[in-house]
Every structure is written in structure tokens, then in C-alpha cells.
């Protein structure tokens, strides 16, 4: 998953290409992973980074 939280980090790409660049054949099995391990979903870890005051909130 700190590959899959790099690639997020970084931005840009779709979800699903990041899911698929990890091996994942279904981006909904990797969505669950990523929550299982992180405590969030991709998308809101991806935007949580992205603004100035970094993971905050929950």
C-alpha cells in the first residue's frame, strides 16, 4: 500500500490505472484493501493530500 499511497500522492493518474499498476484486476477489491490498511478511501486520501494542512481529518 506505500506504493499505492505514493502513486495517489503524486495525483493526476486514475484510480483504476494505479489499482491496475498494482496487480489489482478489480479497483473495487483494491478500494477496500487500501481502506482496510489506511482508513481511507484513494480518492479522499488522494484529496486529503493534496491540501496545504496534509491528513487532518478523517
Known sequence: MQEAAHQLKGGGRPLAQVATDLGYTDQA??????????????????????????????
Open 29 to 58: 477489491h483494491f478500494t477496500r484493501d487500501f481502506h482496510r490498511v489506511t482508513g481511507y478511501r484513494p480518492g479522499q486520501f488522494a484529496r486529503t493530500l493534496g491540501r496545504p494542512d496534509g491528513l487532518t481529518q478523517r
